[in-house]
């Protein structure tokens, strides 16, 4: 099998051979069928979130189960699924509680790989998902299966870039109709917290970004005005667009810590700002606690849309189903593994919604 290798920080990956262990108890063998390129991944290719090379990126994504391990249960060979970075032990309070997306629980790849390269290295399995590869090996909890006739370059998406946007939207900050929303970033994410607040009624729904071109795709989500920040001062343009006082809720879904700042001021006195883009790991926002205590602002986090994995990606396939989810729409390009490189780099280059990785 190949699969996309980091071998050093900032440089191109390696399209090589590898070989990939059996699955083991409670593990289950995926071929890989779509893995969209989330900024997440880029972020640990560029050594702005910590990984430890040799390393599989790639973590959003859909195929076909290929093996099961020993006390597998719910899946079988030829099962179409989802497979998402989401992971959960079942025991733990927080899966418990019904917050599986937070789970604590200790899993065998925490400490180990599956895969190797030709030389007998181990490669290190990026956040227990590794799918920029023909095949990987995810705990069973990671899978979601799908119905037979849902295309797998959408389905993937629903692994991270909608899930986390859309459930930041409707999960962490359920967003009440007629309350107004700002998103911060609009970029895959980005679009999906658009098309959570239209969904949920919002109104207004202001896009903030620098590119005129993914303002202008934000209108087909949702959003019923725009702002560019390059163009202005955005602060007081989303205060002048809710009435003078900010929005109900703002999402930041860019990783930038200017951006976190600049939110906290977009939001109106009890107003909630949402942190989802995840910024450089050694970065930190500088902001006033008076603005906070004074104006009894909220300033909170959703890791992944606070979603709950087996529960949501089902209802988000029958959204889509009946035309209310979009998805066809947030597909920029198709590129084979070989081509990896590129795809990344036009992601990079901003010119892309979502690149996806496709696989025979």
């Known amino acids: 099998m190949k699969a996309a290798v980091c071998y050093e920080i900032g440089k191109p990956l390696v399209v090589e051979e590898i070989t990939l262990d059996p699955p083991k108890q409670g593990e289950v063998k995926v071929k890989l069928a779509a893995t969209a390129v989330c900024h997440s991944d880029i972020h640990f290719f560029k050594g702005e979130l910590p990984g430890q090379t040799p390393f599989v990126g790639g973590h959003e994504s859909a195929g076909y189960v290929e093996e099961v391990g020993k006390g597998v249960t719910g899946f079988k060979p030829g099962d179409p699924v989802v497979l998402s970075l989401l992971i959960s032990c079942g025991k733990c309070r927080f899966c418990l509680a019904g917050q599986s997306h937070l789970c604590s629980g200790v899993f065998p790849m925490d400490k180990e790989t599956r895969m190797h390269n030709k030389k007998g290295q181990d490669l290190n399995m990026l956040i227990k998902t590794a799918s920029f590869a023909d095949y990987t090996i ?6 979601v299966k799908i119905p037979a006739d849902m295309p797998m370059d959408r389905a ?23 309350s107004s929303c700002v998103v911060i970033g ?35 989500f949702g959003a019923t005005h725009t702002v560019n920040s390059t163009k202005g001062d955005a602060i007081k ?28 001021d977009m939001s109106n006195p009890r107003g909630m700002t949402v942190l989802v883009g995840l910024p450089k790991y050694t970065e930190m926002a500088k902001y006033s606690p008076f603005n906070i ?12 849309g606070t979603t709950q994995l087996h529960a949501e990606v089902p209802k988000l396939i029958a959204l889509y189903k009946a035309g209310i989810l979009k998805l066809d729409e947030l597909i920029t390009a198709r590129y084979p593994l070989e081509k990896i490189n590129e795809a990344i780099d036009a992601v990079v280059k901003g010119e892309a919604l979502r690149n996806i990785i496709t696989f025979k």
């Open 138 to 143: 995810v705990d069973q909890s990671q899978l």
């Open 156 to 178: 993937c998406m629903l692994a991270c870039g909608v899930i986390t946007g859309f459930g930041a939207v409707v999960n962490r900050a359920r967003v009440k109709p007629m």
């Open 186 to 220: 609009i970029g895959g994410v980005g679009l999906n917290a658009v098309q959570g607040a239209a969904i949920s009624g919002a109104y207004p729904i202001i896009a903030v970004d620098i590119s005129d071109k993914k303002l202008q795709a934000a209108k087909i």
């Open 237 to 264: 343009e989303v205060q002048k667009l809710t009435g003078g006082e900010g929005a109900d809720y703002v999402f930041v879904t860019v990783g930038s810590t200017a951006a976190v700042e600049q939110g906290l």
């Open 293 to 304: 205590i004074r104006f009894e602002r909220t300033l909170t986090g959703s890791f992944m």
